[in-house]
C-alpha cells in the first residue's frame, strides 16, 4: 500500500468509527404518473415539479438541438449564447430586478458574487446558517470573515458598528436551505445601510415560492433598493441546473468583469439555460404552484406538529443525531424519503429531519408520507405530537 493508499484507507475508517460516511446511492423516487412502487419524495428541491415539465423539457430538447450539448468555452471567450440571453430577461421578467448574470451553477454563483464584491480592504459578514458555498466564497475571497447570530439584526448592527471603517458585505439567504425559516430582509437591509454595508441574498429557496414566485425580495418589496444583490439557483425551484446574481448593471458589468467563476468556467449548458428559463416563465405566469408548494408544506407542518416554516422547507429538529438518522434510514425502508442533516453541517449542533414539500405531492400520497414522518420520527425520539388534521 502506497502511503496515499494508506491515508486514504486511515480516513475512510475514521468515518466509519464516527458514523459519518456519505453515500450517493441511486434512489428511484416515485413521480407523478409513475408506476407508485418506488419511494415517495420529500427530500429533493424540485420544489414545484418543474424538473419533469412537459414545456421545461421540450424547451431543453429544443435548445440541445438548436446549439448541441455544450457552451463549449468560457462565457468571454465564445461561450455566450442566446439562450443565456434569454435565460437572463426571464428572471429579470420573474424577479423585476434590473440585469442578471447566469452561472454554471448557484454554487458558482455565490462563489462568484461574494469575491467580485469583497476581496482586499473588505470584510465578510455571513449569517450563522448561512449555505457552505456562502462559507467557501468568504474563504476564497481572501477578506477577513465572521458569523453574525442568525437572522438577528441586533447582533449584525453590533458587528457592523465595531468596523467602523471598513466594506463589508454580508451574506445571508432569504429561506433557509435547512431551518426553513424566512430572514428578516428589511430590518437586516436597514442595518446594512445603516452602516454603509452591502447585503448580498441568496434566495436559492425563494424563489419559485416565496411572493407567488417571484421570491421574498420581490414580496417584501425591496426590488430596486439600494445596496442589495440577489444570487439565485436554477437547480431547485426551476427544475433545472446553473445560477445566476441579479441586481444593478454596474453590478452585472462588475461581475463579468471579476467574478473568477464566471470568467474561467464555461457557460451553464445550452440545454440547462433553456430549462430555467422556460420553468421562469411558467412560475411568473402561474402563481397557483407557489400557492400549491406552501399549501402542502402547510400539511406536513400541521401533520408533524411543528411550527410551519416560510417556504417549501420543513425542518423536524430530533433529539441525537442517531436518533436523526435512524429515523431517516427507517422513512426510507417505509418508502418516503427525507433529508437527514446532523452535526457539523448544522452549526447549532441540533440534527434534523429535512422535508421538503413539492407542489405536485398533495392529496392522499402527501398525508401518507406525512403521517409515515411524524410517527417514525416519534418513534425515534421526538416528542410525540397529537395530529389534528383532518384529510384523506
Ligand atoms: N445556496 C443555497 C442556499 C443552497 O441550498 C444551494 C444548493 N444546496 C446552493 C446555493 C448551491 O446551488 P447549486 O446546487 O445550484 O449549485
Given at each position: 500500500m502506497s502511503s496515499w493508499e494508506a491515508w486514504l484507507t486511515e480516513r475512510s475508517d475514521l468515518r466509519a468509527r464516527r458514523g459519518t460516511e456519505r453515500f450517493d446511492a441511486v434512489l428511484r423516487v416515485h413521480r407523478p404518473?409513475?408506476?407508485?412502487q418506488e419511494p415517495l419524495d420529500l427530500a429533493s428541491n424540485d420544489y414545484l415539479g418543474l424538473s419533469r415539465d412537459e414545456r421545461v423539457v421540450t424547451a431543453a430538447k429544443d435548445a440541445l438541438d438548436r446549439y448541441?450539448?455544450?457552451?463549449?468555452?468560457s462565457r468571454l471567450v465564445t461561450g455566450t449564447l442566446p439562450v443565456h440571453r434569454d435565460l437572463e430577461a426571464a428572471l429579470c421578467d420573474l424577479t423585476g430586478q434590473p440585469s442578471a448574470l447566469a452561472f454554471s451553477t448557484g454554487y458558482a454563483a455565490n462563489l462568484g458574487v461574494l469575491t467580485a464584491l469583497s476581496g482586499r480592504g473588505a470584510e465578510i459578514l455571513l449569517d450563522a446558517h448561512a449555505h457552505a458555498s456562502l462559507h467557501d466564497a468568504a474563504r476564497m475571497s481572501r477578506s477577513p470573515y465572521s458569523t453574525f447570530e442568525h437572522n438577528d439584526p441586533t447582533s449584525l448592527d453590533a458587528e457592523l458598528a465595531a468596523r467602523p471603517d471598513r466594506r463589508v458585505v454580508v451574506a445571508v439567504e432569504s429561506i433557509y436551505s435547512v431551518l426553513g425559516d424566512a430572514a428578516p430582509l428589511r430590518e437586516l437591509l436597514e442595518v446594512c445601510h445603516r452602516h454603509g454595508a452591502l447585503l448580498v441574498v441568496d434566495e436559492a429557496h425563494g424563489i419559485g415560492v416565496a411572493g407567488h414566485g417571484h421570491g421574498l425580495v420581490h414580496e417584501l418589496d425591496l426590488v430596486g433598493a439600494r445596496d442589495l444583490v440577489v444570487s439565485v439557483t436554477l437547480s431547485k425551484a426551476l427544475g433545472s441546473q446553473g445560477g445566476a446574481v441579479l441586481g444593478s448593471t454596474a453590478v452585472r458589468d462588475h461581475l463579468v468583469n471579476t467574478a473568477r467563476s464566471f470568467i474561467f468556467d464555461t457557460g451553464l449548458s445550452p440545454a440547462s439555460a433553456a430549462a430555467a428559463a422556460a420553468a421562469a416563465g411558467v412560475v411568473a405566469g402561474d402563481p397557483s404552484l407557489a400557492a400549491a408548494v406552501r399549501a402542502n408544506a402547510g400539511t406536513i407542518a400541521a401533520i408533524c406538529g411543528i411550527e410551519p416554516a416560510a417556504g417549501a422547507v420543513q425542518s423536524l429538529p430530533m433529539p441525537s443525531t442517531e436518533g436523526a438518522v435512524a429515523a431517516a434510514l427507517d422513512l426510507r425502508a417505509q418508502g418516503v424519503l427525507v433529508g437527514c442533516f446532523r452535526p457539523p453541517s448544522v452549526p447549532d449542533g441540533v440534527s434534523r429531519l429535512r422535508i421538503t414539500a413539492r407542489a405536485?405531492?398533495?392529496g392522499e400520497d402527501l398525508f401518507h408520507a406525512a403521517r409515515l414522518v411524524a410517527r417514525t420520527a416519534a418513534a425515534h425520539g421526538a416528542p410525540p405530537r397529537p395530529d389534528t388534521v383532518e384529510g384523506p
Open positions: 404518473g409513475g408506476a407508485g448541441g450539448a455544450s457552451a463549449t468555452a405536485d405531492l398533495a
